[in-house]
């Protein structure tokens, strides 16, 4: 099994801060920022250290809980700091981007440093499209149509044009153009429209957060699909992102979770939550409906000291398939920075040799 | 009558005499004249024809051999087929006009402009099948036609179904016309086609791969490539509004279509 650090770019919130989303600007101290920006310096340089194969980022917007509004640049600055860890970019959000250019800056960052990113194209919560101001309504199919734009900017060796339903172009030829083979790529989602599209196209799954169960249904719709299209997924092509509190015992672990705080650390008004999930009604896992995610509470997927974490590990394998976990060892914009480097030191050192071979 | 949003309703049928055929045609629209040639399943008119007949007066010909005309045993190749379609076309007073070719007739319309350029002012080719369709030409049931040419057959009412012996017919003509599956000496004269020429691919063509829309780009000098997304190989059905707007605005502005007309200013 391979192991990813998600880095959120930390940024350690005075008690004071204004804690709904979104926060305002004003609240920004440059002084912590930039502290939180060189300690995503150390960080990756540990994780690298400790032998872990990915340190992911992501793109969230308009609060200090993810301070990473843009991949690409949080992508560029951890290669720049370190020299072999694989960066991952789980990923941009593709329904309220512009494909040509989310496809020209990961080919971009491919030609910079070949052979050390992952990427992952996804659709993202509900919250995210207030950001650039996206109708929820449109966000499934203009996830679809992105991916597939920008897969067809990285394949085609001519100048083309493209008649969408969301996007229009008539002239796409980017430079850099990615290597061949693509590099590991992704599609994040549970629902089956994500399956379906990274079976057709012979690239891996990202879930995420879910329950072993419930991800394995969205997995195994993948890989039903990937047989259908003629294929099998190798254990990396499943990527699982989860959250994990590990100690050294597991009573600690145990206690951690019970002191955990219970409410998500900038959540969206009450109102607008629920405005967001009327709006928002396409989210499925493998094609059963559930509701929309709007900045909630995420669960915790491994809790335990070393032993039962390894255990758990084991579990998430046989039950998801993933060959990949994505974790996240503190609530992003929660808890204390020191605390957690030592539990990836735990991670590293106790936990990472033992599930090499799982 | 026709109820109104039947494909074609508003299209008139006609008939024009050259080299012994009589060929049948359906015509609607005023603006410039816009030839079309089917597939090589049948005639067919769809609503991306009406779409573009609001445009255009369009001249969609049943080519020799199809639908209720006689076997054709006489035209001996694609080429051949493109002659007899150029002078059906010169017969109806048509000295100049824009073409458009789809799937096997994006073949026989790559000839005929290859031919009488003087005569064609911009070429669309729709789903062309003149470089790598390996596959039968088109028969079957009406359910297995859909699976075949539409990249949702689900959404989609299922294509009408088609007399079995003029299928046949229809089946054996192409399968003796259509030429390789890459033609050396076509390929060698589109590198000199002097007309600007659309290529269209559904995304998801199951018929011919829209990879194949690549060569056509590399080989035409004029040549632009456009993807439509999530269409299959039968464009026009499928994705009507999305075919009749990037042909209508290629055929009116060629090699300028690429520069954007339409407006972001949401308020003054």
Redesign the interface.
Known sequence: MKVSYFETGRYVAPPDLPRQWPVPSGAYDPETGAEACRHMIERVRLVEELGFDWVSVSEHHYSPRILTPSPVVSAAFLAAQSTKIKIALLGPLVPVGNPIRIAEELAMLDAMAPGRFVFGLLRGTTNEYLSYDLNPKEARERTD?GM??IL?AWR??????????Y?QY??VSIWPHPQRPLPPTYALGTSAEAGEFAARHKIGLGVSYGTFEVMGKSTAYYRERCVHYGWQPGPDQIVYRANMILAETDDKADEMLANRDKQAPFPVAPGLRDALLRADTTRNIAGERRPANVGGVLPISFCGGPDRVVEQLRRCRDEIGAGVVDLSLADPGTGDVGAMMHALELFGTKVLPRIRDI | MAQIDTPGAAFREGFVEVDGFRIRYMEAGDGPPLVMLHGAGGFSLTRGHDLLSRQFRVIAFEMPGFGQSAENTRTRDVPELARTLAAAAANLGLDRYDLLGISFGGTTALWLALQQPECVRGLVLAAPAAIGWAGRPGAGSPEEMARRLYAHPERMPLPPAIDPAVQAKQQAFVARVRGPERDADLEAQMRALPVATLV?FG?LDRVIPPEM??HY??LIPNG???????AGHAIAVE?PE??A??VGDFLERHEA????RTETLIHP
């Open positions: 149509e597939e734009l067809t085609e060796p001519q100048p083309f044009g493209w008649q969408g339903r996007f008539r002239t | 269209l995304t829309g690549r780009k590399e632009h490539l456009v993807f439509v997304y999530d994705r999305a075919f707007d990037v279509f690429v520069i954007r």
